[in-house]
C-alpha cells in the first residue's frame, strides 16, 4: 500500500517564477493538507482540500494557491516566489483522526 | 492565536537513559494532541496520540501524559537507543466550523549518545 506521494523531490527556481508542487494522498484518505516547513522549524499549516475545495487556510498570502482533483490528488501553486519561500514543502493526507506525511518537496529560490 | 513551546531545541542523553520531552501551549483547549518523529530530509512519522480525557498513553518504549490544566505533554522513551535520535514534534488538532488540521510545534532534536 503506497503510502503518500510527493514529486518532484527538489527543485530549484529563480525569484518570480511559478512552481507546482505534486501530492498523491495515501490510498482510501480524502482529505490533503500542505504544510511548510523551514530548515529547523516545525511544519506550518498553508492549507487543506476536502472534497476538491480549500476547507481551510493557515496565514499564508494569496500566492500561495492550491487544487484537489477527484481522485483525491492534490497540487501545491505558489506564484512570483521569493526566496523566503525556499522549504520543504510537506503534503499529508488523512482518514479521520493521525496525518500520513510524504517525503517533502524541498524548494530553493535563488 | 495557538502557540506551541518545546522544552529546547536539542537535547543529548547517554544510550539507556530515559529522554523527556516537553510540550506546552497557550490560547487554545485541543482536544487531542500528538507526537510526530522527524529524521533529516523526511517528512514526520506519527507516533502516538492522545485525548482530552487521557492522563497517558503507552507504546512500547513510549509513553505520552497529557495535562490539560498545565496546558502540558511529556514525551517519555525508555530505554533510549541511538536509533532513537531524530525530531520530535507535537502537535495540537486546531478545529473551526470548516474542518480540523494541525498546529505543530518547532520540534526538540534528541541526540543519544552511545
Known amino acids: 500500500d503506497a503510502g503518500v506521494t510527493q514529486s518532484p523531490t527538489h527543485l530549484i527556481k529563480t525569484r518570480g517564477q511559478q512552481v507546482t508542487l505534486r501530492c498523491s494522498p495515501k490510498?482510501?484518505?480524502?482529505?490533503v493538507s500542505w504544510y511548510q516547513q523551514a530548515l529547523g522549524q516545525g511544519p506550518q499549516f498553508i492549507f487543506q482540500y476536502y472534497e476538491e475545495e480549500e476547507r481551510q487556510r493557515g496565514n499564508f498570502p494569496d500566492r500561495f494557491s492550491g487544487h484537489q482533483f477527484p481522485n483525491y490528488s492534490s497540487e501545491l501553486n505558489v506564484n512570483a516566489l521569493l526566496l523566503g519561500d525556499s522549504a520543504l514543502y510537506l503534503c499529508a493526507s488523512s482518514l479521520g483522526y493521525g496525518y500520513t506525511f510524504g517525503s517533502g518537496t524541498r524548494l530553493t529560490v535563488v | 492565536s495557538q502557540k506551541i513551546e518545546q522544552n529546547s531545541e536539542a537535547l543529548n542523553i547517554q544510550e539507556g537513559k530515559t529522554a523527556t520531552l516537553t510540550c506546552n501551549y497557550t490560547n487554545y483547549s485541543p482536544a487531542y494532541l500528538q507526537w510526530y518523529r522527524q529524521d533529516p530530509g523526511r517528512g514526520p512519522v506519527f507516533l502516538l496520540l492522545?485525548?482530552?480525557?487521557?492522563k497517558e498513553k503507552r507504546k512500547e518504549r513510549l509513553k505520552v501524559t497529557f495535562d490539560t490544566t498545565l496546558k502540558q505533554s511529556l514525551f517519555h522513551i525508555t530505554a533510549s537507543q541511538p536509533a532513537d535520535s531524530a525530531t520530535y514534534l507535537c502537535a495540537l488538532d486546531f478545529r473551526d466550523n470548516y474542518g480540523q488540521n494541525f498546529v505543530f510545534g518547532p520540534g526538540t532534536r534528541l541526540s543519544v549518545l552511545p
Open positions: 490510498s482510501g484518505h480524502d482529505t
Open positions: 492522545i485525548r482530552e480525557n487521557e
